[in-house]
């Protein structure tokens, strides 16, 4: 089946626009979590959630951030006013259910802001 | 708070030799833990985990790891490496207890295998 799909691939923005970055998760799979990964770092959780209520936000970095599930299945993150430092690759990871024992990883959005 | 600390960011070993990536872990509990591997321009594809049982556990492509809770490790390992074993290899661990689930990963570690 299809895995964890996410778009667009790459994003170059212009300081202090906003963005979004769209998730679609394996078909059934109830979690769903965003991560950033920095170059030469491992990835850095942001935010949960199982079904379509954000179950853990503490790794948002600050309220320009804000992630949505609407309907349990597609996210989509959203970042207002986009700073050089928001330069990364977002991943995206679903598990079929709330014991998230292994999470599937999409490809992941790369993030320039310039 | 959890951590995970790859003490090694590179590992050479040639073709068929045995090959180790180090991994500790930091967390409060017992832990359950992961390794991932990820490819140039690919997401991170899941290897295998310890959630509880036999320290030793086997995964994908003949890669297995040991948990070892006095020592707060998990090595990965494999007996005889291939070239296309070459890779950037993340451990990552979380809490079993509680409602959090996210991973926290190590930094990574290069795994080069040499012809």
């Known amino acids: 089946g299809a895995g964890v799909s996410q778009t667009p691939s790459n994003k170059v923005t212009e300081k202090g626009k906003y963005v979004e970055l769209r998730c679609d998760p394996i078909?059934?799979?109830?979690?769903l979590y965003w991560y950033r990964q920095s170059l030469g770092q491992g990835p850095e959780f942001l935010i949960y959630?199982?079904?379509?209520?954000?179950?853990?936000d503490s790794g948002l970095p600050n309220d320009r951030f804000f992630a949505v599930r609407p309907e349990g299945s597609v996210s989509t993150l959203k970042i207002q006013r986009t700073e050089r430092g928001d330069s990364a690759v977002y991943l995206c990871?679903?598990?079929?259910?709330?014991?998230?024992?292994?999470?599937?990883f999409g490809p992941g959005t790369r993030l320039t802001v310039t | 708070a959890q951590s995970v600390a790859q003490p090694e960011d590179q590992v050479n070993v040639a073709e068929g030799n045995p090959l180790t990536v180090k991994c500790t872990y930091s967390?409060?509990?017992?832990?359950?833990l992961f390794w991932y591997v990820q490819y140039p321009n690919r997401g991170l594809q899941f290897l295998l985990k310890?959630?509880?049982?036999?320290?030793l556990v086997k995964g994908s492509y003949g890669f297995e790891a040991e948990f070892n809770k006095s020592q707060t490790s998990f090595h990965l390992k494999k007996p005889s490496a291939l070239v296309s074993d070459s890779a950037l290899y993340f451990c990552?661990?979380?809490?079993?207890?509680?409602?959090?689930?996210?991973?926290?990963f190590g930094s990574g570690t290069q795994l080069t295998v040499l012809p």
């Open positions: 990871a679903s598990s079929p259910s709330a014991s998230g024992y292994e999470q599937y």
């Open positions: 078909s059934g799979h109830t979690a």
């Open positions: 959630f199982q079904g379509t209520g954000a179950a853990d």
């Open positions: 967390v409060s509990g017992n832990p359950y």
């Open positions: 310890y959630i509880t049982g036999d320290n």
């Open positions: 990552a661990v979380r809490v079993s207890s509680g409602s959090a689930r996210q991973l926290t």
